[in-house]
């Protein structure tokens, strides 16, 4: 079945819709939400990115995925964070980070930071190559990994919306 995207203007405004698949997507400006989890002691919880995606094995946000044509950037944090890690969240203690356009990837990217209080083995590994895990980094030693290894980040952790979900991370 089709996953139809909103298409988006500068301003996040919808201007009209695309297939997820479709090959001309890459010029359009789509919606995207990322959710990073942290832990009282200030360890960043990443995930690897799975065989089967772009970007596989690099380490990303918690959660992320594309907003679906007519759901909120709010409804998808908690349909993806479902799908990719398997736990329900209360959107209460979600931090909304803001909404930041990407135009070098063109996505409207909207950051999320969620306060973990489980165990790493408690979030579910997403079937069929989509996840490849979860890791714990302490923020301090991720900081520092962006800086002597980028490459071992996708886009998204390098990025200015990742420098904002860090920092965050870093005031609480």
């Known amino acids: 079945m089709a996953e139809i995207l909103d298409v988006v203007n500068e301003n996040d405004e919808v201007i009209g819709k695309i297939d997820r698949d479709d090959p ?16 009282s002691d200030k360890r960043v919880i990443l995930q690897r990115r799975g065989v ?3 970007n596989a094995g690099k380490l990303t946000a918690t959660v992320s995925g ?6 909120t950037y709010d409804e998808t944090v908690v349909k993806e964070t479902f799908e ?13 980070l803001g909404v930041m356009l990407d135009s070098d990837i063109n996505v409207m990217r909207a950051v ?15 079937e069929g190559g989509e996840g490849g895990g979860f890791v ?9 990994e962006r800086v002597v290894h980028p490459d071992r980040f996708t886009g998204f952790m390098n ?6 979900l860090l920092r965050h991370i870093d005031s609480v």
Do not use: C, Q, W
């Not at 001309?24 to 959710?35: C, G, L, M, P």
């Not at 594309?66 to 759901?71: K, L, P, R, T």
């Not at 306060?115 to 590994?125: T, V």
């Not at 990025?159 to 904002?164: P, W, Y």
């Open 24 to 39: 001309d997507k890459e010029r359009h400006i789509v919606r995207v939400v990322f959710v990073g989890f942290y832990t």
């Open 52 to 54: 089967v995606k772009r």
């Open 66 to 71: 594309h907003v679906e044509s007519g759901a």
């Open 84 to 96: 990719e890690a398997g736990i329900r969240i209360e959107l209460s203690r979600v931090a909304n």
């Open 112 to 126: 999320y930071a969620y306060p973990f209080d489980g165990d790493l083995d408690d979030l579910k590994i997403e």
């Open 136 to 144: 714990a980094m302490p923020l301090e030693d991720l900081m520092n």
């Open 159 to 164: 990025s200015a919306a990742g420098d904002l």
